[in-house]
């Protein structure tokens, strides 16, 4: 069973702030790593892909991936009161995704 | 560029009545397409992914089936809905013909599905 977890939340932030979402997968044979945002009642947007060791950075976000601790992160620098939504990992494994429960944040103002 | 439509966006049915949801994506070809749903407070759940016309895989067995008789269509289908079919479906789909690891999934807008 192929599984990807994070913590549910809500993860409170103020304005400004560095918010870090963090995210675990079980399977190894993992290749492919994205972060999707979804706010209230709305479908999942693609915000951040990332598929080696390291450091990925796109204007606010910065995804991390390292595959010896099966362990993808998320950091939103300047946290804006429209980051507020939840943030949905999601694992490749072949023609399939996983997503994890997702992770709701809250910035306030 | 590429768009995905969904349709209805909303529907309330009793239970027993049939349902069919309708996926379609333009500005790409042979697309692997996906069905989700999202039950209220959860996570996704894949239900059906397709990698070509008449091909489906189901992930969940239930009352629900797919089909896919055109290369970018795709629809979810029951015969008969339950209490526990309600939720938000989504379609998605990922490019083929770049390399596997790269393609992400891109979402239509959803159907909120009520069943009464």
């Known amino acids: 069973q192929k599984e990807v977890e994070q913590n549910s939340g809500p993860l409170s932030v103020p304005e400004g702030a560095i918010a870090s979402l963090n995210c675990t997968y079980s399977?190894?044979?993992?290749?492919?790593f994205f972060w999707y945002r979804q706010y209230s009642g709305k479908s999942p947007e693609l915000i951040m892909s990332i598929y080696s060791n390291g450091d990925k950075e796109d204007g606010r976000f910065t995804a991390q991936l390292n595959k010896a601790s099966q362990y993808v992160s998320l950091l939103i620098r300047d946290s804006q009161p429209s980051d507020s939504a939840t943030y949905l990992c999601?694992?490749?494994?072949?023609?399939?995704?996983?997503f994890g429960p997702g992770t709701r944040l809250s910035v306030l103002p | 560029s590429q768009t995905i439509h969904q349709w209805p966006a909303t529907l309330v049915q009793p239970v027993g009545s049939p349902l069919s949801l309708e996926c379609t994506v333009e500005?790409?070809?042979?697309?692997?397409l996906y069905w989700y749903r999202q039950a209220a407070g959860r996570g996704l759940q894949l239900l059906f992914y397709s990698v070509g016309i008449g091909q489906i895989s189901s992930e969940v067995p239930q009352n629900l089936s797919a089909s896919r008789p055109q290369d970018r269509q795709f629809i979810l289908s029951s015969k008969k809905l339950l209490l526990s079919d309600s939720g938000f479906y989504l379609c998605?789909?990922?490019?083929?013909?770049?390399?596997?690891?790269?393609?992400?999934?891109?979402f239509g807008n959803g159907t909120r599905l009520t069943v009464t």
């Open positions: 500005g790409t070809s042979n697309p692997n």
């Open positions: 998605a789909w990922r490019r083929q013909g770049e390399r596997r690891y790269n393609s992400p999934l891109h």
């Open positions: 399977d190894r044979g993992s290749q492919s």
């Open positions: 999601a694992v490749n494994y072949g023609q399939n995704f996983v």
